[in-house]
């Protein structure tokens, strides 16, 4: 039963680690094509589309890095040895910190974001009545 449980959850963390793959190919190309839109359009796009192009890769690597780290606890649970257990860990903490600097690029972005529009935005310039 055992050895029914370790062989079924490696399947499965291959399955994980392949929908990885998937996301992170998937991801790649969309942005390969966003990006040669944006470098070969005329007149240039603005930087911020360039940022956006950055900024929407680096949130599908972190969906990929999510799937990868589920992926490395499975293994965990059925790694045979400290040895094993110590190299998963260190994958998972490097994945981890990835994933975190990610996620915080993504919000300081959303936050210039956020304050550009606001001061775009004037408090009470409401459209003159006609």
Partial sequence: MEELFKTWTAWVALGVEGAAALIIAIASLEA?????????AR???PDAEKESVRLRLARWLAVALEFALAADILRTAIAPGW???????AIAAL??????????EI??????????DAVTERPGAAAAPS
């Fill in 32 to 40: 390969t094509w966003r990006a040669l839109r944006v470098f070969l």
């Fill in 43 to 45: 007149p240039a796009l």
């Fill in 83 to 89: 040895d094993e257990i110590g190299k998963l860990a």
């Fill in 95 to 104: 994945r981890t910190l990835l994933n975190f600097f990610l996620q915080r």
């Fill in 107 to 116: 919000a300081d972005e959303a936050e210039r974001r956020r304050r550009g």
